[in-house]
């Protein structure tokens, strides 16, 4: 067994494969893919007809670009030097990927909340997207570079700190690492509903899914529907109604026997063709409304499309084989606190598919909209949870040798940061560019075509939230 010594040495010792301070280094290779015919040869296998709102949505800021541009930025990382220092990637550590939600225990908890693109790899590449999604928020609010660059310090070093915390704790204390509901109030200032404690937590629980439920669905004699709102949810047919009942049973199956008897304590209500995020439009994706013991006790699910990580064109093979099995199984890995419908399953067409329960409780911070400050202070909170994600799966105490105790990294990554927000910038204009020549279709949350769609997107971001639990 290697002892905690030899695997600091090994730690420090990745710093002859990069330098701490060779992080801080954004040149675009000379063959790099122009960014809209990555994002056109990732769409090809998608719903063609949805296509035009992940372009509207990426098209409404630099952010909102970010967001839909995981599949770039990966490119744009695989060709740096790395650590080799590997971690279960949440692939997709942006700002607004983490989220405030309830465990299954009904406690809140501040954790990532999102694995569409999970996967095994060096771990500063969470850490760096997570560096440019605040550079890009802190430049969307016209803040200057200094600010931007001072944010991005502060979420690195609180991910440094908090691994070199966390590497002198034992195996089963980093397990059960989460970050409680007193901390959270100190960092995001409330909770939703102004919930605090456990009582407090069971009731906001239970109001925001019975507002779920309001927002998501209406009453047509006398039974629940989900709401006709195309094409951002759309009711699903007699076809894929019966195709949604067989794969659920096979869905049930991935159960363990205890939460197998719970789900079938429920029964199927409806189902419906749901739009969601911003990179993953045009996945197939659906909501099955669920009822208990009466129609005041429903469950929602949400049966999602995974695909091939964009990470794993550049990476060694990972040990799925089953999109299904490694979204699920990094999920589990990486949350604190685990979703208990998390399944996998093969659908039509040999199309792999995971399932989840959709949040009950969950708070999003409006980054762009923050003050510096407040923006610091999310920061922070989001490279603290990173760290104890990377922790679960990773070497801590390589990891925390490799960082050390200077601020060398926080400084380079901040620096990346900075120069991998203009690249970005760069990159939605020739999007924004694309749509208004012609070469690129997109269209208002709404479904409508647009001429200009950087000047008729800018709602997007807020409207795709505005239907979301």
Known sequence: MTTPEERARQGRA????????????????????DPVAVLERQGADRVQELLPVRYARMAASPFSFLRGAV?????????????????????????????????????????????????PGPFEWDVKRLAASIAVASRGSGRPESAAHEACRAA?????????????????????????????????????????????????????TLRSV?????????????????????????PDIAALRKIFGDYRSTLSEERRLLLDRY???????????????????????????????????????????????????????HPGHRVVAGQRLLQAAGDIFLGWMTGPRG?????????????AADVEAMSAARLRSYARLCGTALARAHARSGDRIAIAAYLGGADTFDR??????????????????????????????????????????????????????????
């Not at 809140?108 to 909340?113: G, I, P, T, V």
């Not at 669905?217 to 699903?236: K, S, Y």
């Not at 199927?268 to 063709?273: L, Q």
């Not at 199309?351 to 409780?361: E, I, K």
């Open 412 to 469: 380079a990554v901040a620096d990346f940061a900075l120069r991998y927000a203009a690249q970005n910038a760069q990159d939605h204009a020739a999007l924004t560019e694309a749509i208004a020549s012609g070469l690129v279709n997109a269209a208002g949350p709404d479904g409508a075509g647009s001429a200009d769609g950087a000047a008729s997107t800018g709602g997007a971001a807020s409207a795709e939230r505005a239907v979301e639990p």
């Open 214 to 238: 309001g927002r998501l669905t209406q009453e047509v004699n006398g039974v629940r529907r989900i709401i006709h709102d195309p094409p951002l949810l759309e009711p699903a047919g007699p």
């Open 71 to 119: 599949a770039v930025m990966a490119g744009d990382l695989a060709v740096q030097w790395n650590t080799g220092l590997t971690v279960q990637l949440c692939g997709d550590a942006h700002l607004l990927n983490f989220g405030l939600f309830t465990s299954p225990e009904r406690g809140l908890l501040f954790d990532l909340d999102d694995f569409d693109e999970t996967c």
């Open 351 to 363: 199309r792999a598919f995971y399932w989840r329960g959709l949040r009950d409780v969950r708070g």
């Open 14 to 33: 990745a710093r002859k494969n990069a330098s701490r301070s060779s992080h801080g280094a954004w040149i675009p290779s000379a063959d790099r893919a």
């Open 267 to 321: 029964h199927f209500v409806d189902a419906a063709r749901k739009v969601v995020g911003v990179g993953g439009v045009g996945t197939r994706c659906y909501i099955v409304l669920l009822a208990g013991r009466d129609a005041d006790d429903p469950l929602f699910l949400q049966i999602k499309e995974a695909v091939r990580s964009v990470y794993e064109e550049h990476l060694p093979a990972g040990p799925y084989v």
């Open 156 to 208: 690195v070093a609180a991910y440094r700190t908090s691994m070199r915390r966390l590497a002198g704790l034992g195996e089963l204390a980093v397990w059960y690492e989460h970050m409680d509901t007193q901390g959270l109030s100190k960092l995001i200032g409330s909770t939703p509903n102004g919930a605090r404690g456990s009582s407090a937590s069971h009731a906001a629980a239970r109001r925001m």
